[in-house]
């Protein structure tokens, strides 16, 4: 049974501010608050495969120190680049 969309949300947000550290919970659990709710199913299977992706890698894309891959591109990557939803 594929899980519906809300529980897919749930799943995502327990995956974003569980990575093992306490940067990448920061960054990837801020930008899910920050913006999930606005999320269409097209986002959120952005989001689901950005999860897949190594901590290293997505806060090098989110700082500007490396270009992420095309396929992450979009107003998406560019909202988590902006870094202005982490809150400590």
Known sequence: MIPD??????????????????EADYTIGGFYDRYHAGWDEADLVWFEALLEEE????????????PPPRKYGG??????KKLDFVTI
């Open 75 to 80: 107003p998406l990557m560019d909202a988590l």
């Open 5 to 22: 969309f809300d529980t897919r949300l749930a799943r995502a947000r327990f995956r974003a501010w569980h990575r093992g550290t306490r």
């Open 55 to 66: 901590d290293s890698d997505i806060l090098a894309w989110a700082m500007g120190a490396n």
